[in-house]
Structures are given as C-alpha cells and as structure tokens.
C-alpha cells in the first residue's frame, strides 16, 4: 500500500479533534446512501410500470399492423402468405377495424368494432385466445351471433354474458324514406379486461364474418395483423414487410403506435433520475465540507508531509482517497438498502394503490442492472468531483507559512 493509501485511511479512522467534522462525515454517508437508494426503488417502480404496460398493451394489440393506401381491400390472402414467409414472422392474420354504436336496452354507447378470424386471433393476441376461440368461433347457428365486449363498454352499456345488444352500423343502404344505418343483433359470449382503461372502454370483437356482412364488406378486410419472435425487432420487420409488399402498402409496429405513452414514460424517468441525484449531490457537497473542515484541522500534518518530501499530487491522493472511501461506503450501502426493498417490494406488496386511479393495485419492481449500474457510477462520479477542490487546496498550502502559523 502507498504512503497515501495508508495515511488516507488512517484520517479516515482516526478521531478528529473537532466532532462536528465526524458528524458531518456520517452525514454525509448517510446522504448518499438515501440518494441511491431512492433512485433505486423509484427507477426499478418505473422499469416495472413500463414493462407492465407494455405487456398490458400486446396483450390486446398485434406487434405489426400492415395496411393498404385508401383502405380496405379484398386480395389479401397472396399478401398474407408473403407476410408468413418473411423472416422473424410467426404469425398473421386478417382483421376488420371499424366505429360502431353498441345498444342494449339499459343503454347506448360509441364502440370500436374489430372483426377477427377466430382460429388465427388467439395465435396474434394472447389474451384473446381463450376467448376467441371459444366464444365466437362456437356459436349456436340457430341463435344471434356472439360479441365480445371490453368489461368496462360492457358496464357502461350495463350487459353482462348472455344479455342481448344491437350492433348500429353507418354501412348501411339507402331506403325510400332516405339512408338507413345496418343493424343486427348480437348476445354478450364474455368481457375482456386489458387493464388498460381506453381499451376496456370502447373495445368489443365479433367474427370477421359477421363484421363483412354487417359492414357490406363482401371479402375485404381492414387490414393483416402480424407477431413477430423478437417483440424488440419489430420496427425493422416492418420496414422487411413494406420492402417485400412496395407501395401502396404500409405498416406500423406496436412501439409507433404507442410511441407518445412511452415516450411519455421514457421522460419521466429522466426526470426522476434528475431530480433524485440532487439528493447525492448534497450528500456530496457535505463529503467537500467534510474534507475543506479537515484540510484545516490537519494543516501543521500536511506542512509536515510536504517539507518530509511529499509531493502535491500525493497530498491530493490523500484527501481525494478519503472522499471517495465515504462515496464508496455510501454508494454501496445504498445499493444494497435499494436492493433489499425492491425484493421486498416485489415479493410482499405491501404498498397498495387506489384501484380507482391506477390500471394495477400494487407497485411493479423491476431491477434492472443496467439501471443499477448507471446510478452507482453517477454517485461515485459525483462524490469524486466533490473531492477536487479540497484537494487542490490542501495540495497548494505553503508548508512553511503552516508551520509557522500552526
């Protein structure tokens, strides 16, 4: 160990003679400690909240919607194949999408109509499949076709299974007493709940048989849904579908669609993160009053140092290592307090949120080491910048005048 290490510690360890110093170092490592750990828990409840949302999302939504230029069309099965044979597809499926007023006879209410092949939608969207496949698909053919609602368009409509509904579509013909909107009868099969209010709220599903016909379609459809192996990769799949299809078509993967909530997300973050490393740079900027206290009490130590032959690099050494010791032991205690309470937080749960405001009833935690990692070099950094100026200071005393006035 060098000369500066083992002085450095021996400061570190010592008693100072004012204990207003020790208090302040205590602090000060106190300080950090909170600060990372407050960063810890706050940005794994984030990385929790996004990696919820975004399985919330897929749950109800395709990872690639590829489309036509001015609407539906009805050749869709030689573009459903080239889709299928594109690498990184696993599957795909074709689907209507369009607005429709609901009607039951407790109440009315705007919707958003998705017509799906029952025996392909359980593959593109994984809360459907039970549903789909057993609801729609297995239908008594001598009674009113089935619908599935959102749980919350069902409540507002006020249906629950089994209950009757009208289905009010503008696709409709013109009459001798003027233009008459398609209307035809459906029975609630089930209820759908995402989690996420605005899907819950105006989502409802029927075969896509029933949507062409209701909606005088014939064969068309809206558009094809497609899921992919590498829900990350989706965005360059994508752009492999539209450079295999060429123009007119074109596609959106789920990151776009979305793109303002995450993006939305991905800012709050950065601000949390900002505004919580304020907490470590107090803690910081009590590590430099710590260091400029002690400069002072141990000036007749480092006049000795320097006129025993000790260099001012080394005297910075001494007091940049004693900073960065009391960052350190912080830091780490902070990672390890962190740690702790997001496994407790994950395992337990115990702090719950108003089912009334929230889409989930407990915090998410999800610790990320990258995240991790980042905060703990962050505070570290920090602590070491707070070292400097005491430092340099100590390291630029005039031996002589020290002694002399010590």
Known sequence: MSFEYFIGGRYLRARQKQSFISLITILSVVGVMVGVMALIIVIAVMAGFETDLKSRILGVESHVVVMRHGGAFSD?????????????????????????????????????LKGVDPKAEGRIVKNLHALVLQNVELEDKSSAPGIILGKELAKKLRVFKGDT?????PAGMISPVGYLPSMKQYIVRDTIESGIHDYDESLA??????????LRMNDSVTGIEVNVADIYNARNIAENIIDALGFPYW???????????????????AVMFIILILIVL????????SLIMMVMEKTKDIAILKAMGATDMSIRKIFVFKGMMIGSVGTSLGVCAGYILC???????FIDLPGDVYYITTLPVQLVF??????????????????LYPAHQASKLNPVEAIRHG
């Open 76 to 112: 869709y099965m030689p573009v459903l194949r080239h889709i299928q044979k594109i690498n990184g597809v696993k599957n795909a499926a074709p689907f209507i999408y369009t607005q429709v007023m609901l009607k039951s006879s407790s109440g009315i209410s705007g919707a958003v």
């Open 165 to 169: 509904i009208n289905l009010i579509s």
């Open 205 to 214: 599903y029927i075969n896509i048989k029933d949507a062409q016909k209701i």
């Open 251 to 269: 596609a959106r993967d789920w990151m776009q669609m979305n793109k303002n909530l995450f993006s939305a997300l991905k800012l709050e973050k």
């Open 282 to 289: 107090v803690a910081a900027l009590n590590i430099a009053s």
């Open 343 to 349: 496994k407790l937080l994950e395992k337990y749960k």
């Open 370 to 387: 990258t995240d991790v990692l980042i905060i703990a070099v962050a505070a570290l950094l920090i602590c070491f910048l707070a070292t």
